[in-house]
């Protein structure tokens, strides 16, 4: 039997794996096999979580051809946590769909509330100057940022900068990333859109968006 290519899929900050079913179903349709990770974002610190996936998802991967992963959000922070702890010699490459690489100013104001630091537990670590360090990337990643805001409150904390609505375009970028792309989504719709499906499964083909100039509009 000829073992496929694995695509793992990562949910955001208060999401489950239902939110990426349209990434999980492109995937699926485009031959790989998927593995749609939930986990409860809310009740564990980003190193908790990566050590839950390594215990729960790297037994069902190590064997593969290739493992390439695509996160939203929150997703893309516990990718980068656990590679920089666990070598995967079969790693293929990474797309990030709105990623907080850079911490958010939403999440600055938000962790003053006691009740939801309390309640949400990575809030403290997604802030711009309390995002935790982590090593450069050596692996090929791709980054897909959001650009329609729809929460207005949200944009005024991240000083009308372009923005998804939960992060910034500029803090979605990262070190060493081999390609960035802009696309006008809000952050919970970026999953979802045919683009961004487009862009996601190009880069794990070629290792560059159709756009590799950097920004462009859908």
Not at 31 to 51: D, K
Not at 191 to 204: E, I, K, M, T, Y
């Amino acid at each position: 039997m000829v073992m496929k290519d694995v695509v793992v899929v990562l949910h955001g900050l208060a999401r489950t794996h239902r939110s990426m079913l349209a990434v999980s179903v492109a995937a699926r349709l485009r031959g790989y096999r998927v593995i749609n990770w939930h986990y409860r974002s809310a009740f564990r610190s980003i190193a908790e979580h990566a050590q839950t996936f390594a215990r729960e998802v790297l037994p069902r991967i190590e064997n593969a051809p290739n493992v390439h992963f695509v996160t939203h959000s929150l997703g893309g922070i516990i990718v980068r946590r656990f590679l920089a702890t666990h070598t995967l010699p079969n790693l293929g490459r990474v797309v990030m769909l709105a990623p907080p690489n850079g911490g958010s100013e939403v999440a600055d104001v938000l962790q003053h509330s006691a009740l939801l630091a309390r309640c949400v537990v990575p809030l403290r670590e997604l802030g711009t100057a309390a995002m935790e360090a982590l090593p450069a990337v050596t692996y090929p990643v791709g980054v897909i940022a959001g650009s329609r805001s729809h929460i207005p409150l949200f944009s005024r904390w991240m000083n009308h900068v372009p923005n998804d609505g939960v992060v910034a375009v500029e803090r979605t970028k990262l070190p060493g990333m081999a390609d960035f792309i802009v696309l006008q989504r809000t952050h919970t719709m970026l999953p979802w859109s045919r683009d961004a499906l487009a862009h996601v499964f190009g880069f794990l083909r070629d290792g560059r968006f159709s756009a590799p100039s950097s920004e462009t509009a859908a």
